[in-house]
């Protein structure tokens, strides 16, 4: 009987198809590193922006809020809170500032950070920033989160 798959056509569909599909792994590499900027409106990214995503490690806000999607699902999504406040940064800096000190029994509140104004003006900016930035899949899907 004649031998249909040879040795030889296994070694060049190894090949080929290694070889091909490396190509397509560097070219949704390359498509990808060159929108970034884009995406992530690098020209709006400034010290104060980077600040406030220092701030809000340090308050550990994603231990409850989720930012884009990511982190925990206990509080609203944050990702478009900027949005959410109908773009006033005063507004989202007055209900940060208002937290009570202990929880409102039977429902979920979030704790009172002592903060310095810079440190919620920079948060403010971070998270303006975020809503302004190209979402990955349009995420999130509504305004409320
Ligand atoms: C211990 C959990 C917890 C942490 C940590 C936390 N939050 Fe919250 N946050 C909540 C909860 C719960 C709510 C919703 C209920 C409420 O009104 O308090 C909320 C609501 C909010 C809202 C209003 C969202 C809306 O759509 O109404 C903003 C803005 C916010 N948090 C910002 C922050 C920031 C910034 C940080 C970090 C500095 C932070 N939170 C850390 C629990 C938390």
Known sequence: MRELFTKGMARNIYYGGSLFFILVFLGLTFD????????????????????????????????????????????????????????SREAIKAFIRSRPEQGIPGRRSMPKFDMSE????????????????????????????
Do not use: M, Q
């Not at 992530?40 to 308050?59: D, I, N, Q």
């Not at 550990?60 to 206990?74: Q, R, S, V, W």
């Not at 930035?133 to 509504?142: C, G, Q």
């Open 32 to 87: 990808t590193t060159a929108r970034i900027p884009e995406r992530a409106h690098v020209e709006a990214l400034t010290e104060s922006v980077a600040r406030g995503k220092e701030v809000w490690e340090e308050y550990n806000c994603i231990g409850c809020h989720t930012l884009l999607g990511e982190g925990a699902y206990f509080a609203p999504e944050l990702g478009n809170v900027f949005d959410r406040f109908g773009g």
């Open 118 to 145: 810079a440190d919620l003006d920079a948060l403010v900016d971070f998270l303006e920033w975020t809503s302004k930035i190209r979402r990955a899949r349009d995420w999130p899907p509504n305004i409320h989160g």
